[in-house]
């Protein structure tokens, strides 16, 4: 598939770097600006970010992109779910300042009853970085809690800013401060802002390996959730995760999965607001290369140990890290979906020890290869286990706390047994809970050639032959967001443990 857009530059991006940004494109793309090849990326749901300052000329352009549905990447996007192809996010220009402010790093950290704030800021200049920076944190009101100042620099860095008597941020109580970033060039003038939301807490593994939000236990009652729009596809608005995040608080649910890739920037961002706990998990999944006919079979796994692969799968976790870490919803980072286990997902879970040691790890996949398992995940993660597995691992002890990472396929009517999943709680302390597969039905609507109705159509509805058919119909609500029986069972032993 080749789009192709022409446009007049506006006379105020004249004269300055410009940079074009692909929020989500599935699932290769080659870009060219001018005529002139720029660049190409084949991860589907991480931003790519290119400079065109240099194919830019005033007056009218030309941009041009070719999709590819199929590339290596299909290998590693193995997710069961609607296969589409497209340029299905947001595509935008962006001129940058004078001086630009290309990363803000936050790290809060809890002292007692007080905060210390490291930050540190990259900047980029078409010459050489002068002028000031000014930092400010403010409270929730937008008072302002400390000022300072500091020269500008290619990279500058902030330590121990101290924030007195903190309100921490929790699923009960999301409170959330502001870093404000102002930088001003050489003569004074205000040429770039950042206004950052940030939250403290913390998220440890404490006693009987419990998982513990500001020292308290944690209860995950949570689910997984794809981006889908039975309007759409994948090509969600910020109206579709508003009315998303909406059924979730209204039905106690207090965490999600971002089930099997990172999803939109804006989602983040209402779950530091509405207080929901993420497990953001990274665009990975080899399911295809390791698993034959339901059976462990890795012999040409493509993640594995496989050296060709190791800078694939670091550069897929570190554009998740990148682009996300200064979420206070994530807590966890999640490794990636059903790729079986090896040294190139240990690299993984060793990149983000080392660059954010506040969070815990996950990944389920070293369920079926257990020569990683003190390599790989904070946590024992496991899919579909009956609550007597669960038992059993609980009781015989463990050493890491208990997660399920999808549990309840709620396919059809199903969901009954809810409440012996949830009695694990009152049993063992390193139970964390999980999340129910999964949020949403896939589907999407259709026209009756006959009768004129509009329904919902699944795999099969669309002359597609092979289908998992209505296989991927297994949320709690239904594709328009209409409420499924099985909800009442949720939201009943939810709201149970929702502010313990």
């Not at 910020?238 to 990172?262: F, K």
Request: with cysteine.
């Amino acid at each position: 598939m080749i789009r192709v857009k022409v446009f007049d530059l506006p006379t105020h991006f004249e004269k300055r770097r410009v940079h074009i940004m692909f929020d989500g494109v599935e699932q290769a793309m080659y870009l060219w600006v001018n005529g002139y090849f720029v660049g190409y990326s084949e991860d589907s749901f991480s931003r790519a970010e290119f400079d065109i300052t240099e194919q830019l000329h005033a007056g009218q352009n030309m941009i041009a992109v070719a999709v590819y549905k199929m590339s290596t990447a299909a290998f590693i996007e193995d997710q069961d779910m609607f296969r589409f192809s497209g340029i299905f996010r947001s595509v935008r220009l962006r001129a940058l300042p004078e001086i630009d402010v290309t990363d803000v790093d936050i790290k809060p950290m809890v002292h007692g009853q007080n905060g210390m704030v490291d930050v540190t800021l990259q900047l980029s200049s078409k010459t050489p970085v002068t002028g000031n920076v000014q930092i400010a944190i403010l409270d929730h009101n937008q008072q302002s809690l400390l000022e300072t100042q500091i020269s500008a620099d290619e990279q500058v860095r902030l330590a121990d800013l101290i924030v007195p008597d903190i309100a921490l941020w929790s699923h009960q109580q999301p409170n959330l401060y502001h870093l404000q970033v102002t930088v001003t060039n050489a003569a004074g003038d205000e040429v770039a802002f950042v206004n950052y939301p940030f939250g403290f807490r913390t998220i440890a593994i404490g006693a009987d390996n419990q998982l513990q939000l500001n020292g308290q236990r944690l209860y995950l009652n949570g689910v997984n959730r794809h981006e889908w729009s039975p309007e759409t596809g994948r090509a969600l608005n910020e109206g579709d995760m508003r009315q998303d995040m909406r059924v979730i608080q209204e039905n106690h649910i207090n965490a999600v999965r971002a089930s099997h890739y990172p999803n939109q920037v804006p989602w983040y961002f209402m779950a530091d607001e509405a207080g929901i706990y993420l497990m953001a998990e990274t665009n990975l999944e080899s399911h295809g290369t390791w698993q034959k006919m339901g059976q462990v079979e890795p012999s040409v796994n493509v993640l594995a140990s496989h050296a060709a692969w190791h800078d694939v799968v670091m550069d897929r976790a570190q554009s998740n890290y990148g682009q996300f870490k200064n979420h206070a919803s994530i807590l966890f980072w999640s490794l990636g979906n059903e790729s079986y286990a090896g040294d190139n997902i240990a690299d993984m879970n060793a990149y983000f020890k080392q660059v954010d040691p506040t969070r815990l790890t996950h990944y389920e996949g070293v369920f079926h290869n257990r020569a990683y398992d003190d390599q790989i995940s904070d946590v024992e993660s496991r899919m579909y286990a009956s609550p007597a597995d669960i038992r059993t691992y609980l009781t015989e002890h463990p050493k890491k706390p208990y997660l399920n990472c999808e549990f309840m396929h709620s396919m059809g009517n199903s969901v009954g047994g809810f409440d012996e999943y949830m009695a694990l709680y009152d049993e063992f302390p390193a139970y964390g809970g999980g999340f129910i597969w999964d949020f949403k039905y896939q589907a999407l609507w259709q026209e009756d050639s006959i009768t004129g109705q509009r329904f919902l159509a699944y795999g099969g509805d669309f002359n597609d032959r092979h289908s998992d058919y209505e296989f991927s119909g297994n949320g709690i609500v239904f594709a328009d967001r209409q409420l499924k029986p099985a909800m009442q069972e949720v939201k009943y032993f939810y709201e149970r443990y929702e502010n313990k």
